[in-house]
Antibody, heavy 121, light 107 residues
């Protein structure tokens, strides 16, 4: 079964760092782009960026460039989203999702279960 | 950045009705437009890809059409289980973007 399994919920304080993960299984992890999507409480979906685990080619939305880092470790089929200094406004559900083809212009056909990040003092 | 504008933002409909949700792109995106359904407390689910391509396992009452800047998601004979938020998403040019969403309520 093709699936993406994300790490568990996190509660952090402003200024702390964080790295959440997304582990792929059931397919060739290096051959499909993986994206990250933010959903703030009660709001819509926001495209953050994507990475191609095969060569770590990464594209960011300007809204998130410099605010987060997307990376991948192909040896363990895992993609990451990290923050160096969290803000309260980073409180949201974060989803990883896989493109449906090996191209960079795909649809997200497989989604992780989401990781809730809460940033509060 | 390509802006996707969905309409309506909210719709209250009765079962068996036909529902149409539109998504307009701020510039031409060819057929690189996809539709997702998100039920409360669930991850989004791909419904239609590349404007009109059906997805295995998705009920046939869901269909998509359009190209260029104007796209439509149609739900024929709405069922109670279709209560959800629906989002369009373009993968034509970076940064990829989502529409603001359409919330469907079943009366």
């Amino acid at each position: 079964e093709v699936q993406l399994v994300q790490s568990g919920a996190e509660v952090k304080k402003p200024g702390e760092s964080l790295k959440i993960s997304c582990k792929g299984s059931g397919y060739s992890f290096t051959s499909y782009w993986i994206g990250w999507v933010r959903q703030m409480p009660g709001k819509g979906l926001e495209w953050m960026g994507i990475i191609y685990p095969g060569d770590s080619d990464t594209r960011y939305s300007p809204s998130f460039q410099g605010q987060v880092t997307i990376s991948a470790d192909k040896s363990i089929s895992t993609a990451y989203l990290q923050w160096s200094s969290l803000k309260a406004s980073d409180t949201a559900m974060y989803y990883c999702a896989r493109h449906d083809t090996s191209s960079s212009w795909g649809a997200f056909d497989i989604w992780g279960q989401g990781t809730m990040v809460t940033v509060s003092s | 950045e390509i802006v996707l504008t969905q309409s309506p933002d909210f719709q209250s409909v009765t079962p068996k009705e036909k529902v149409t949700i539109t998504c307009r792109a701020s510039q031409s995106i060819g057929s690189s437009l996809h539709w997702y359904q998100q039920k409360p407390d669930q991850s989004p689910k791909l419904l239609i890809k590349y404007a009109s391509q059906s997805i295995s396992g998705v009920p046939s009452r869901f269909s998509g059409s359009g190209s260029g800047t104007d796209f439509t998601l149609t739900i024929n004979s709405l069922e109670a289980e279709d209560a959800a938020a629906y989002y369009c998403h373009q993968s034509s040019s970076f940064p990829y973007t989502f529409g603001q969403g359409t919330k469907l309520e079943i009366k």
